[in-house]
C-alpha cells in the first residue's frame, strides 16, 4: 500500500458520526449479516460474546416504531416508561456537560429549534423512533445475568459494527432513547424475560441534503483526557 495513502482503518473511524437522516435505499440483508460478522469479532471478557441483536425492516420497523410512538406521543403514559438503568449522571459537572450541551444547542440550532419549543423538540426526539428513516433497524440486548464487563464487550462491538459500516459506504446512529421503552420493545419484538434492551442504531445511507446531517462535532484534543506515565 502506498505510504502516503490514508490508512482504510483510520478514515472509517474517523469518518464515522450520528447520521440523523436517511436516504430510503434499501440494505440488503445479506451486508447486514455482513457487519454482524465482522463486529462479532470484537474482543470479549472470557470470549463471553454477550452481544444479542434484533435487526428490523420493513413491517416490522414500522410496528415497532409505530408501538413506542403511542406511549411516546401519550403525555399520562410516557412517565410510566423508564430505562431500567442509569444512562446519564443524576448530576453533570464539567467539561461533559459543556459538551452535552453544546451538541444539542448546534443541533437544534441548525433545525431551526429554539429554547422553549417544546412541540418541535418533541417531534425531532421522536424521530428517534423512527430510526431517523434508515431502512434498517437494530436493537440491542443482554442476558440480566451479566454485570459491567458485558457492557464494556457490547461498546467494542458496537464500535466495530459502525467502523464496518463506514467501510461500506453506510452510516448509523446509535440510540440510547430506545432503553426507556423496554417493555414496549419486549411485546413488539417478544422478547424473553432475561433480555434487558441497552440500546438501538439506525443503519443506512446518509440523507446528504438534510440539515441535521450537516452537524460535526469536535473532539477534545488529546493532552486533555490522555495521560502519559514514564
Not at 408501538?67 to 412517565?79: K, R, S
Not at 452535552?100 to 417531534?123: F, Q
Not at 440491542?140 to 464487563?149: K, L, P
Request: hydrophobic share 45%; with cysteine; aromatic share 10%.
Amino acid at each position: 500500500m502506498d505510504a502516503a495513502a490514508p490508512n482504510p482503518v483510520d478514515e472509517a473511524i474517523i469518518s464515522r458520526r450520528s447520521v440523523r437522516a436517511f436516504l430510503p435505499t434499501p440494505v440488503p440483508q445479506a451486508t447486514v449479516e455482513e457487519l454482524l460478522r465482522v463486529a462479532a469479532r470484537a474482543a470479549s471478557g472470557t470470549n463471553t460474546q454477550p452481544w444479542l441483536v434484533h435487526v428490523v425492516t420493513g413491517a416490522a420497523k414500522t410496528r415497532l416504531s409505530s408501538a413506542i410512538l403511542q406511549v411516546f406521543n401519550d403525555p399520562e403514559a410516557l412517565p410510566q416508561h423508564q430505562s431500567e438503568f442509569s444512562i446519564y449522571p443524576s448530576a453533570w459537572v464539567s467539561p461533559y456537560l459543556d459538551r452535552r450541551r453544546k451538541v444539542g444547542w448546534d443541533l437544534y440550532g441548525l433545525l431551526g429549534i429554539g429554547k422553549g419549543e417544546h412541540a418541535r423538540t418533541h417531534a425531532q426526539h421522536a424521530r428517534n423512533f423512527q430510526f431517523f428513516d434508515a431502512p434498517v433497524g437494530m436493537i440491542f440486548t443482554v442476558d440480566r445475568s451479566f454485570g459491567y464487563a458485558a457492557w464494556v464487550d457490547y461498546g467494542l462491538f458496537m464500535g466495530n459494527l459502525m467502523t464496518a459500516a463506514r467501510a461500506r459506504g453506510l452510516h448509523t446512529c446509535p440510540q440510547f432513547a430506545f432503553a426507556q421503552f423496554q417493555r414496549v420493545i419486549a411485546a413488539s419484538l417478544q422478547l424473553p424475560d432475561n433480555e434487558q434492551v441497552l440500546c438501538g442504531l439506525s443503519l443506512g445511507y446518509e440523507d446528504s441534503a438534510a440539515v441535521e446531517n450537516s452537524l460535526r462535532t469536535e473532539r477534545a484534543p488529546l493532552e486533555a483526557w490522555a495521560s502519559f506515565h514514564v
